[in-house]
């Protein structure tokens, strides 16, 4: 290797090895950390695994909005036969495909926009992998990291670089697995449909009408296929195919959806309210400029400024551009692990285009301002985030021992964090966070007072809850949880909250 071939792989090497420093780093630091969601997910995949099928805590109930994931679990279990091991194993791999994803589709956007490649890779990865989301999310045992891979993969399928069965047909049938990977993965349909059918119509020009009809036909049953399998099933199961989570996951009323969406994305990906922010100033004041000087370039610029977005990311945009409309009009209590999904493309899109119709400078600081905001959140917030994560899991495994230990097995519990105490007890559980009972929302948003009679009426005997949920209840046991979220005052992480297992009045 000549020292012009080091000199030239210098930078794009730096970054990458900076990346897997980081990647090891925050592996570690999430060792004992599984979200609670992540939870759900591994006991509807060990229902399943046992042939089951798709219950949690011994309710039959659609309350997991990732089948694939939980069949992927399943199939993990098999070459690894701890329920937490095999379920990192996934998270791990999953984690490396999307950041594979990542790396590919920003060297396709580079290339299709005629711009040097060199280093940009490597840094566009390292601004994903600084964001405080996928430190919090990549090794927590759910989807979003993978999910967010699966977007690009799907955009840089259905616009390739060279058009081939391949990519046509495995586009279709990864088209039609997204909804089973992420529910809002839906819409990828309305958004790519169109350059699906431009690729079979490049891919068939010269074929005759048999064909046509034939790779038409196929593609349709590979877009199809893996829901309508899954609706079969859940019509025939739970009697209904929509998740209970989207009743769950709403944002209280009169909460404002897209004041919550600015304010996570500031949070998680600055860069992309950034990179929006400067592209809209430039496309006002560019043409303003033109027509001052009396060049009358405005037509020039609206074309310059169409062609630095090239096509292959117009899927993903499109998705992107839905599935807010979508949340705001679906009135979504948008989190993180959301945006997680549709941020790092959408992020790598508005910088690269930046990059082409800006000063050089206004890109560098860009991508420096998102580094440093990245930077700053991950070890500021998401660091003690996970911490507490970590050991207020621990903490809930010595909960849950003690209460196998002390309550009869077939005492009804109620409890709002269903998905540890769900993986680790037997009893039945009485979901007041509405994901296995959505009858639960109701009282949730509208009526929460009625909520302790319903409980009860389900079964409830215990009550989990920082305070005491009627009078007469008896405290049985107590732990303190370190605090989580998302805090801009650091001191909020030293502190832990109780809690508390009440024994509910007249309970014998």
Excluded at 23 to 49: G, N, Q, T, V
Excluded at 247 to 271: C, D, E, I, N
Aim: glycine letters at 8%.
């Amino acid at each position: 290797m000549t020292q012009g071939t080091v000199t030239r792989r210098l930078p794009t090497f730096v970054p990458l090895l900076l990346v897997a420093t980081w990647l090891m780093f925050w592996f570690d630091h999430a060792w004992h950390y599984w979200e609670d969601d992540a939870y759900i997910h591994l006991e509807y995949a060990r229902s399943l695994f046992e042939g089951r099928g798709f219950m949690f805590n011994g309710l039959v109930s659609n309350g997991d909005t990732s089948p694939v994931w939980v069949l992927l679990l399943v199939g993990s279990h098999f070459l690894v036969p701890d329920w937490l091991m095999a379920g990192k194993a996934l998270t791990v791999l999953s984690t490396v495909l999307a950041l594979w994803a990542a790396w590919a589709f920003v060297g396709r956007l580079s290339r299709d926009a005629q711009t040097d490649v060199g280093a940009t890779q490597g840094v566009m990865l390292g601004l994903f992998v600084l964001s405080p989301y996928f430190c919090y999310w990549a090794f927590a045992g759910m989807e979003a990291v993978g999910a967010a891979g699966l977007l690009m993969a799907v955009s840089m399928l259905l616009v390739p670089e060279r058009p081939r069965a391949s990519t046509f047909f495995t586009a279709a049938f990864l088209m039609g697995l997204g909804p089973l990977v992420r529910p809002e993965m839906i819409l990828l349909v309305a958004a790519g449909g169109p350059f699906l059918l431009r690729q079979w119509w490049l891919l068939t020009r010269d074929k005759g009408g048999a064909q046509k009809a034939l790779w038409f036909l196929a593609a349709a049953v590979l877009l199809a296929l893996p829901l309508a399998l899954w609706s079969v099933y859940a019509l025939q199961a739970f009697g209904y195919i929509m998740p209970n989570t989207n009743a769950a996951k709403r944002a209280m009323p009169g909460q404002s959806v897209p004041t919550r969406l600015l304010s996570v994305y500031a949070l998680g990906f600055p860069g992309v309210l950034a990179a929006l922010g400067l592209l809209a100033v430039l496309w006002v004041l560019t043409p303003l400029r033109a027509a001052a000087k009396g060049l009358g370039a405005a037509g020039g610029w609206a074309r310059r400024f169409a062609s630095s977005f090239p096509m292959v990311s117009w899927p993903l945009l499109l998705w992107t551009g839905i599935t807010l409309l979508f949340y705001i009009v679906n009135h979504t209590y948008v989190q993180t692990r959301y945006v997680t999904v549709m941020a790092p493309g959408l992020l790598f899109v508005l910088l690269l285009s930046l990059r082409q119709l800006a000063r050089p400078w206004a890109y560098q600081a860009t991508v420096a301002l998102t580094a440093a905001m990245g930077l700053a959140a991950s070890a500021l917030m998401a660091y003690p985030h996970v911490r507490n994560k970590a050991q207020g899991d621990l903490l809930v495994n010595e909960f849950a021992a003690y209460v196998r230990q002390n309550v009869p097995a077939n005492a009804g519990i109620a409890v709002y964090s269903i998905g540890q105490l769900g993986f680790l007890l037997k009893n039945p559980l009485i979901d007041i966070g509405g994901i296995t009972r959505p009858e639960a929302t109701h009282f949730m948003f509208y009526e929460p007072e009625g909520m302790l009679p319903w409980a009860k009426k389900e079964g409830a005997l215990y009550y989990i809850s920082g305070d005491q949920p009627e009078p007469g209840a008896t405290l049985v046991h107590e732990v303190m949880i370190p605090n989580v979220g998302w805090y801009p005052k650091l001191s909020e992480y030293d502190i832990a909250r109780p809690t508390k297992l009440w024994k509910l009045a007249g309970t014998p």
